[in-house]
Nanobody, 119 residues
């Protein structure tokens, strides 16, 4: 089992930026991703990256968020720009074996971190 520890959550104003980090005990999974869950909503996929750096993004973050990984540091990142109040959610990093934005395809999860965007 991989241990995932996320960090970087904060409160920002609309239009601001944040970078989330997720330190993994090891990168044994080919696919690493970020998911989020807003109050009263289901958890949704945000972005996923493969070990060879193929990426997929949810439509609602394309052009604003960038997922990347540093394999030497076993760390996953999510650079979030042009944040909007609707991006407010608990964000989770996860490791899985499929290139997918479906949470059911990921079986290792980090703790959630809060991102709050005010208008």
């Amino acid at each position: 089992e991989v241990q995932l520890v996320a960090s970087g959550g904060d409160s920002v104003q609309a239009g601001g930026s944040l970078r989330l980090s997720c330190a993994a005990s090891r990168f044994t999974y080919a696919y690493m991703g970020w998911f989020r869950q807003a109050p009263g909503k289901e958890r949704e996929g945000v972005a996923v990256i493969s070990s060879v750096r193929d990426r997929i993004y949810a439509d609602f973050v394309k052009g604003r968020f960038t997922i990347f990984r540093d394999n030497a540091k076993n760390t996953l990142y999510l650079q979030m720009n042009s944040l909007q109040p609707e991006d407010t959610a608990m964000y989770y990093c996860a490791a899985g074996r499929v290139m997918s934005l479906r949470q059911g395809d990921f079986d290792n999860w980090g703790q959630g971190i809060q991102v709050t965007v005010s208008s």
